[in-house]
């Protein structure tokens, strides 16, 4: 166990770019409660299952932009992923296909709602196409604003680690997750005030997003006919 440890401690070096922001490790050598006080077991299985929750929605998000502005290689290529996901079955691979999708995504959707072109295309989008793309950016805004709590609660539990052997393999998923979202967070911001501009300019009013507001996945992916 000493062994998963020492790979424990490597593992969150190995992202240090990623999560530097989150503090020093020094608190890992504590016991097993987190700088705030919650247990670490309990305060990881929480951010794995909402990290899990917001990285499925915002990795369809992301997808149905692609698919809806993007040309047809674009296309044909997010289709392919929604359809892995679809029907992966396994919460680990399905986990890790989310991740990369929403670190891999986010840049192309960004670039695709500032591309000159993306008003005409929305334009001449079917309506229930434009809701699709309005909900999808509804929902990576909402997701980037639950995101910074998020990342605080991981920041706590990596430093509540300790030498509790129980936690260990609860901390390195959380490890991951706060490399996806310190990835795509950046982007987020731009693809929520662009994409929200772009429907408004449309007559299509996504809505204001919240962090308090309903998350949920549309998992059947719409492409242009």
């Not at 794995?48 to 698919?67: F, G, H, K, M, P």
């Not at 007559?203 to 492409?223: H, R």
């Amino acid at each position: 166990m000493k062994n998963k440890i020492i790979a424990l401690f490597i593992a969150l070096g190995a992202v240090s770019s990623a999560n530097a922001q989150f503090g020093g490790l020094g608190g890992m050598l504590g016991g097993g409660k987190s700088s705030g006080g919650g247990d670490v077991g309990v305060m990881a299985d929480e951010f794995n299952r909402d990290a899990s929750a917001i990285n499925e929605v915002v990795s369809y998000s992301l997808l149905q932009i692609v698919a809806a502005l993007g040309d047809k290689t674009q296309i044909a290529n997010v289709k392919a992923v929604a359809d892995n996901l679809n029907k992966t079955t396994d919460p680990k691979e399905k986990g890790s296909i989310q991740g990369t999708t929403v670190k891999d995504t986010a840049a192309v959707a960004e670039t695709l709602l500032k591309s000159a072109d993306a008003k005409a295309k929305v334009e001449k989008m079917a309506p229930e196409m434009q809701q699709k793309v309005a909900k999808s950016i509804f929902a990576v805004g909402v997701a980037s604003l639950r995101i910074p709590a998020m990342m605080d609660k991981g920041k706590k539990i990596i430093e509540g680690v300790g030498s509790n052997p129980m936690n260990i393999s609860k901390a390195l998923p959380v490890k991951d997750g706060m490399a996806v979202f310190a990835a795509a967070l950046p982007k987020m911001p731009s693809i929520l005030t662009t994409g929200l501009q772009l429907m408004r300019d449309v007559k299509v009013d996504p809505g204001n997003p919240a962090a308090d507001s309903k998350l949920e996945a549309d998992k059947n992916l719409m492409v242009p006919e």
